[in-house]
């Protein structure tokens, strides 16, 4: 195979190559826009829902919060744990440094607790410092609540009477109370209380329905995909073209190869000049008069 031929082989190679990897990429993003709407789709349909009895999709403790389910509104009576009270950590909200208020709220009559998140407190100046965080309502409550599925547990260190993530059971040890029947697949996010506090909290915010860029990223991944085949193909035609054509570049020896004799260059046949051509002529026309005079 000359050197040409292989040049172009692995360009084709190299473009099949980028070609596949680009349309795995696009396949990937195409995946998380599809995951990014379908849960888009469920906080549209759940968020403002009217509410259903915690027991619909929490039916016992250790149940998991189905995907379809989260950010269902349930109604639950029973009464908060106001001394069992948890700082959730490093959870800005709107670009605010914010503590979210973790109460947990035992649940009449079957007595497991929810994991409350009633809203949020500034951190103050300086994020050491104590914070007072208002109450809830005493006595049986009547709540309404969006119910989240639990967050993973985390082993980052927080003080005493706080976490770093909402995940039931380390919520439940940091309040002192990790003997208690909890909910340990969601956690509920509060809406309204009967009767109501007397100090409010910083509500918390609505999920982010932007669909973020993943389509768009898909469509260029595979736009690559596409020009990196033609590209590649059409180099490697060009090195098939210039090598039939002659007008590639010179085959240069490797390191092992014998150094090619130099060729010679042709010389230049003589081309007479146009007063000799004259004179040879003359010469001939004196050669056949004095024939012709020897002849007579």
């Given at each position: 195979?000359s050197?040409?031929?292989?040049?172009?082989?692995?360009?084709?190679?190299?473009?099949?190559?980028?070609?596949?990897?680009?349309?795995?990429?696009?396949?990937?993003?195409?995946?998380?826009?599809?995951?990014?709407d379908?849960?888009?789709?469920?906080?549209?349909?759940?968020?403002?829902?009217?509410?259903?009895?915690?027991?619909?999709?929490?039916?016992?403790?250790?149940?998991?919060?189905?995907?379809?389910?989260?950010?269902?509104?349930?109604?639950?009576?029973?009464?908060?744990?106001?001394?069992?009270?948890?700082?959730?950590?490093?959870?800005?909200?709107?670009?605010?440094?914010a503590?979210?208020?973790?109460?947990?709220?035992?649940?009449?009559?079957?007595g497991?607790?929810?994991?409350?998140?009633?809203?949020?407190?500034?951190?103050?100046?300086?994020?050491?410092?104590?914070?007072d965080?208002?109450?809830?309502?005493?006595?049986?409550?009547v709540?309404?609540?969006?119910?989240?599925?639990?967050?993973?547990?985390?082993?980052?260190?927080?003080?005493?009477?706080?976490?770093?993530?909402?995940?039931?059971?380390?919520?439940?040890?940091?309040?002192?109370?990790?003997?208690?029947p909890?909910?340990?697949?969601?956690?509920?996010?509060?809406?309204?209380?009967?009767?109501?506090?007397?100090?409010?909290?910083?509500?918390?915010?609505?999920?982010?329905?932007?669909?973020?860029?993943?389509?768009?990223?898909?469509?260029?991944?595979?736009?690559?995909?596409?020009?990196?085949?033609?590209?590649?193909?059409?180099?490697?035609?060009?090195?098939?073209?210039?090598?039939?054509?002659?007008?590639?570049?010179?085959?240069?020896?490797?390191?092992?190869?014998?150094?090619?004799?130099?060729?010679?260059?042709?010389?230049?046949?003589?081309r007479?000049?146009?007063?000799?051509?004259?004179?040879?002529a003359?010469?001939?026309?004196q050669?056949?008069?004095?024939?012709?005079?020897t002849?007579?």
């Amino acid at each position: 195979m000359s050197p040409a031929r292989r040049r172009a082989v692995v360009l084709v190679l190299v473009g099949v190559l980028v070609a596949v990897a680009c349309t795995f990429l696009g396949r990937w993003q195409w995946h998380r826009h599809e995951w990014r709407d379908a849960r888009i789709a469920t906080v549209e349909r759940n968020y403002d829902a009217t509410p259903v009895p915690l027991a619909d999709v929490l039916p016992s403790t250790d149940a998991a919060l189905a995907d379809d389910d989260e950010w269902s509104q349930v109604r639950v009576v029973g009464t908060y744990l106001p001394d069992a009270t948890v700082l959730l950590r490093n959870r800005p909200v709107g670009g605010t440094p914010a503590y979210h208020v973790l109460v947990p709220f035992r649940v009449a009559p079957t007595g497991g607790v929810l994991v409350v998140d009633r809203g949020w407190v500034p951190t103050g100046a300086d994020a050491s410092a104590d914070v007072d965080v208002p109450p809830p309502p005493a006595g049986e409550v009547v709540l309404v609540a969006r119910v989240r599925q639990a967050e993973s547990a985390t082993d980052r260190g927080a003080p005493a009477g706080s976490v770093q993530a909402i995940h039931p059971a380390q919520v439940m040890t940091a309040a002192g109370l990790a003997d208690e029947p909890v909910f340990t697949g969601a956690f509920g996010q509060s809406v309204t209380e009967e009767p109501a506090a007397t100090s409010t909290l910083g509500a918390l915010p609505a999920p982010d329905l932007d669909p973020g860029s993943h389509l768009s990223y898909a469509f260029q991944w595979w736009a690559f995909a596409l020009g990196g085949l033609v590209g590649f193909t059409w180099l490697a035609r060009r090195e098939l073209v210039e090598e039939r054509d002659g007008t590639g570049a010179p085959f240069a020896p490797g390191p092992g190869t014998a150094p090619a004799a130099p060729v010679r260059p042709a010389r230049p046949r003589r081309r007479e000049g146009r007063a000799e051509a004259e004179e040879d002529a003359l010469i001939d026309a004196q050669t056949s008069d004095d024939a012709s005079r020897t002849a007579g």
